[in-house]
């Protein structure tokens, strides 16, 4: 009887990992200690197991194709759990004693925080965690090691870290539920016709808000660009302003006086996980980490129902 696992070897696994999180060859063997032929190698082996070219050329180097982004949460859980399987490192939570600091959109710590911190205290009631809110500045800062683990979205990332998906969140409009749009037939293209609120500096989010507001003839009215969720809020209460963000942001927004209604022309906005290679091994990290990697995952897959 043939075997799913015969043919393959963990190494081959552990680049295609490293290749998803990177998308550069150079990187990859620059980071595991191999030579290019070598990950190339790898990947060939990949590409006839799976029946699939995993890889192909872009004009900016290489990019998975679908069947590649696919394998990337099922990879990471497998290798995950085989690393928990072989650790030499006795690790029992209940005795263990540290603090992760996080970093991470205030409406995302909303979210998920608490739980993890409840989970916390029945398991692991000597781990401390710090949370501060994603900045300009976090990228680099996790790089000097000030954060142990971010959630958000690095446009170039860094060698130096390991990334994993943790879900995909829609996009909505938020307005005021005596506005207009309540009523519109036109969707979603009507929501361009309004004075629009938006958060600053979600760039790849604006992108696609942009793109879309141009391939239905319409210019965004941008009255505002806000940093704080709340701040939006008010500005949306009682008024016929719009904003789009994603659907888990509007979960903790929408009351008495606010509504959502989802785009489903815009692309879910992909949320990931980071940390630094130093923390990629240590017991204690991978510990926190899956168990919040765990809670996001449920979160976003409840809100996106």
């Known amino acids: 009887m043939h075997h799913p696992l015969s043919g393959i070897d963990i190494?081959?696994?552990l680049i295609l990992q490293q290749l998803l999180q990177h998308n550069s060859v150079k990187q990859v063997a620059k980071q595991m200690g191999l030579q290019q032929g070598t990950v190339t190698y790898h990947l060939n082996k990949l590409r006839e197991h799976f029946n699939d070219p995993l890889y192909i050329p872009s004009g900016r180097g290489i990019e998975p194709t679908p069947k590649a982004l696919s394998l990337?949460?099922?990879l990471?859980?497998?290798i995950s759990s085989l690393e928990r399987v072989i650790a030499t490192e006795d690790f029992q939570p209940i005795f263990a004693k540290g603090t992760i600091r996080i970093a991470m959109p205030?409406?995302?710590a909303l979210h998920v925080i608490p739980e993890l911190v409840n989970r916390l205290q029945e398991t692991a009631p000597g781990i401390v965690v710090e949370t501060s809110l994603w900045n300009e500045s976090t990228e680099q800062e996790l790089l000097e090691g000030k954060f142990e683990l971010t959630f958000n979205v690095i446009s170039e990332l860094s060698p130096q870290l390991y990334g994993v998906e943790v879900?995909?969140?829609?996009?909505?409009?938020?307005?005021d539920k005596r506005h207009p749009l309540n009523h519109s037939t036109e969707w979603p293209q009507s929501a361009f016709d309004y004075p629009y609120v938006a958060i600053a500096p979600q760039t790849h989010q604006q992108q696609s808000v942009e793109s879309l507001a141009k391939s239905y003839g319409k210019t965004r009215q941008i009255i505002a660009g806000v940093a704080s969720y709340q701040l939006l809020?008010?500005?949306?209460?009682?008024?016929?302003?719009?904003?789009?963000i994603s659907v888990g942001s509007a979960a903790l927004l929408t009351n008495s006086?606010?509504?959502?209604?989802?785009?489903?022309?815009?692309p879910p906005t992909t949320i990931h996980c980071y940390w630094h290679q130093r923390s990629h091994n240590d017991p204690l990290h991978r510990f926190v980490?899956?168990?919040?990697i765990d809670i996001c995952r449920r979160q976003i897959s409840d809100i996106s129902k």
């Open 72 to 74: 990337a949460t099922p």
């Open 167 to 175: 879900g995909k969140m829609p996009m909505c409009a938020v307005y």
């Open 289 to 292: 980490r899956n168990e919040l």
């Open 11 to 13: 190494k081959s696994l």
């Open 257 to 266: 006086t606010l509504t959502s209604r989802p785009i489903k022309a815009l």
């Open 76 to 78: 990471y859980d497998a």
């Open 233 to 244: 809020a008010k500005l949306l209460e009682g008024s016929n302003r719009v904003s789009i």
């Open 106 to 108: 205030g409406l995302g």
